[in-house]
């Protein structure tokens, strides 16, 4: 297996690109429960990660009725990239006033029993705070919205560490 850096710019580059729209490559789960982590998804392999078609703790996307949990599921993609030790991408939990563009931000809402949605954060100014973190989403696409304006219970970021093929 051969390791290799996330690449930061291309995954900013298709977000900013995608953020309001649909990639017809790309199968949209809006009206399966949300397309925010399938988003995710796409930004990771437009960053240089190889999917993972391990059949039951894989990362990949074939079709609408062929993919992991990982791709579409906030709960499966915080998993994955955290124990992920086989091919595809891989991460860490950082603490969120650590976060930097290309980070993904996971957060959970107070009528939901665990996380739900994500975030992916193209910009973040000085201080790092809710206000000067802007991010890109579908499920209420979203381009350079400040995660300050989301009303959350909690919330947790994810650093990609690198990408293994």
Known sequence: MIT?????QAALDYARQWALARNPNY????????????FMSQI??????SMNHAPHNGWYFRSLND?????????????????N??????GCTIPLDDVQPGDIIQLKFSHKPQFSHSLFVLS?????????VLIAAH??????????SYVYE???ALRIEGVRK
């Open 139 to 148: 499920s209420y696409d979203s381009i350079d919205r400040p995660l300050s």
């Open 85 to 90: 030790t086989g091919v595809g991408p891989y």
């Open 67 to 83: 993919h992991s949990p990982s791709w579409t599921g906030v709960p499966y993609m915080y998993t994955f990239l955290v124990q």
């Open 27 to 38: 199968a949209d789960f809006e009206d399966l429960g949300g397309d925010c982590t399938a």
């Open 44 to 49: 990771l392999v437009a960053g240089g990660a």
């Open 124 to 132: 973040v100014g000085d201080p790092v705070s809710p206000e000067n």
């Open 154 to 156: 909690a919330a947790r």
């Open 4 to 8: 290799k850096p996330f690449n930061t």
